[in-house]
C-alpha cells in the first residue's frame, strides 16, 4: 500500500537555527498538505499546494517558515530561524480529492 | 465556515466494553466528514469517512460512525474496546479537496 513519506523522524535543533522537513506523497496525489501539531491539540493546516502552485498559506508564519513544491512532487518546508514554541509535529499529507493521507510527522524539539 | 467539536478530551472504558466518542461539526455546506487515529509519535491513520453516500460508515478495527444531519452529528462506536485502541482520536470535517478542520481530539484509555 502506498504511503506518504516523510523525514527525518525527529529533529533537535537550537533556537536561531534552520530546519527543513522532507515529504514525498502518494503518487498520483496532486494536492499536498504540511499540518502543525502541538502537543494535546489537534493538527492545524499550514499550507496546501496544488501541484506546485500553493492553494492556500493563510496561516503560515511567513516571517520565519516556507514551504515549495517545485516539480510538483515531494515538498520541503523551512523554519529559519526556529523560535522554542515551533516545537511541535509537523505532518504532511496528500490528498486523492475526496481522503488526505498522512505520513508519519516530523517531531521537532526547540532548545 | 467549518468547525468540530469533540466532546470529552480523556475516556475511558473497560475492555469489552462499548466505545462511544463524540463528535458535533459545523458547516455551512455538505460536509465530508472524517474519524482519524494517532498513536504516540505516529502519523493519523484513516479510521473511516462519510462523504455524502450511506449515513452509517464502517471502518476498520471493527469502528463505524453515523452522519446524523438533524443533531450535526459524527459520533464514532466500537461495540467491543481492545487494549489495542487504545490511542487518540480525531474527528475532522472538510468541505471536499480542501483542508481538513480537526477537533481538539479525544484520549481513548482501555482499562482491564
Known amino acids: 500500500e502506498a504511503e506518504v513519506a516523510q523525514s527525518p523522524r525527529y529533529k533537535i535543533t537550537e533556537k536561531s537555527q534552520a530546519v527543513a522537513f522532507w515529504c514525498d506523497p502518494i503518487s498520483g496525489h496532486a494536492t499536498l498538505y504540511w499540518y502543525r501539531q502541538i502537543l494535546g491539540q489537534g493538527p492545524e493546516l499550514l499550507v496546501q499546494?496544488?501541484?506546485?502552485?500553493?492553494?492556500?498559506d493563510s496561516q503560515l508564519p511567513k516571517d520565519r517558515f516556507s514551504a515549495e513544491r517545485l516539480k510538483g512532487v515531494d515538498s520541503t518546508l523551512k523554519i529559519q530561524p526556529a523560535e522554542l514554541g515551533d516545537s511541535a509535529m509537523y505532518l504532511c499529507?496528500?490528498?486523492?480529492?475526496?481522503?488526505?493521507?498522512f505520513g508519519p510527522g516530523t517531531r521537532l524539539l526547540v532548545l | 465556515a467549518q468547525s468540530v467539536t469533540q466532546l470529552g478530551s480523556h475516556v475511558s472504558v473497560s475492555e469489552g466494553a462499548l466505545v462511544l466518542l463524540r463528535c458535533n461539526y459545523s458547516?455551512?455546506?455538505?460536509?465530508?466528514l472524517f474519524w482519524y487515529v494517532q498513536y504516540p509519535n505516529q502519523g493519523l491513520q484513516l479510521l473511516l469517512k462519510?462523504?455524502?453516500?450511506?449515513?452509517l460508515v464502517k471502518g476498520i478495527n471493527g469502528f463505524e460512525a453515523e452522519f446524523k444531519k438533524s443533531e450535526t452529528s459524527f459520533h464514532l462506536t466500537k461495540p467491543s474496546a481492545h487494549m489495542s485502541d487504545a490511542a487518540e482520536y480525531f474527528c475532522?470535517?472538510?468541505?471536499?479537496?480542501?483542508?481538513?478542520?480537526f477537533g481538539t481530539g479525544t484520549q481513548l484509555k482501555v482499562e482491564l
Open positions: 458547516s455551512s455546506v455538505p460536509p465530508y
Open positions: 462519510y462523504t455524502s453516500a450511506a449515513t
Open positions: 499546494f496544488q501541484d506546485e502552485s500553493v492553494v492556500d
Open positions: 499529507a496528500s490528498s486523492d480529492w475526496e481522503t488526505q493521507y
Open positions: 475532522a470535517v472538510s468541505m471536499g479537496g480542501n483542508k481538513l478542520t
